[in-house]
């Protein structure tokens, strides 16, 4: 049986932060960013509260101001009215999709792009991230929407790996399935999450160091044969 993987998008291959810094310097101004220093992710649109500025707070010129949680719902209202904003991203690795790609072709691996993006205006979140994904040399991929757990989605879809940029979602796939956990980390690796290696849950640096995982799974994994799918079958 192909071994079974799923990707997730925005952080791991798709630079949505990248994007989001472009939308919100038309909206407040060259002088901000998305989030405090240290921070590990941006808050999705349903984490995000509405809180205004410190009017007390001083920031220098030079110094970049963080956007506050009104700042930053209005910001992502904003990229809600974008046509088709999931299909103007860029790669965080360029070449990154196509050689998932190359990879899925030749190894007949089966592979799933997961993600939590909001709808946007245009066509539905799964075909906007469907014709991305082809764009960059992914044909026909398949693409599944979540509005739960990773590790649920994980078990349901039977994956044998999954790749997330964010420790939570690694831990779900860890605690609630029986998936391997790559967490795709760029920062220092002395900023990863206690624990987390105990857990279960393997930071990676790069799609190019994750592909190489793969590949020595693929290496490792029984083929199937048709006496060996019968054997599983009676409980040999």
Do not use: Y
Not at 55 to 69: A, F, H, N, Q, Y
Not at 117 to 146: C, K, M, Y
């Amino acid at each position: 049986m192909p071994l079974r993987v799923a990707f997730d998008l925005d952080g791991t291959i798709a630079d949505m932060e990248g994007a989001l810094q472009r939308e919100a310097e038309k909206l407040f101004g060259p002088n901000v960013q998305l989030r405090p220093a240290g921070s590990d992710h941006l808050e999705p649109p349903a984490h995000v509260e509405d809180v205004a500025d410190d009017p007390t707070k001083v920031v220098s010129r030079t110094e970049k101001k963080v956007l506050s949680g009104r700042q930053l719902r209005q910001l992502w209202e904003h990229v809600a009215g974008i046509e088709n904003f999931w299909t103007t991203l860029r790669e965080i690795e360029p070449g990154s999709v196509a050689r998932i790609a190359s990879m899925r072709n030749n190894h007949r691996l089966e592979v799933m792009f997961l993600t939590q993006r909001p709808d946007t205006a245009g066509e539905i979140t799964q075909l906007q991230t469907q014709r991305w994904l082809a764009s960059h040399g992914f044909e026909l991929p398949s693409v599944f929407v979540l509005r739960g757990s990773r590790g649920l989605a994980a078990t349901a879809l039977q994956m044998d790996c999954v790749v997330d940029d964010r420790p939570e979602n690694c831990l779900e796939v860890v605690t609630e399935s029986k998936a391997r956990a790559l967490l795709m980390w760029r920062e220092p690796i002395g900023l990863l999450p206690p624990g987390a290696k105990r857990l279960g849950i393997e930071p990676v640096p790069s799609v190019t160091e994750v592909l190489r995982i793969i590949e020595g799974m693929i290496a490792t994994t029984p083929r199937s044969t048709w006496v060996s799918r019968l054997r599983s079958a009676i409980g040999i």
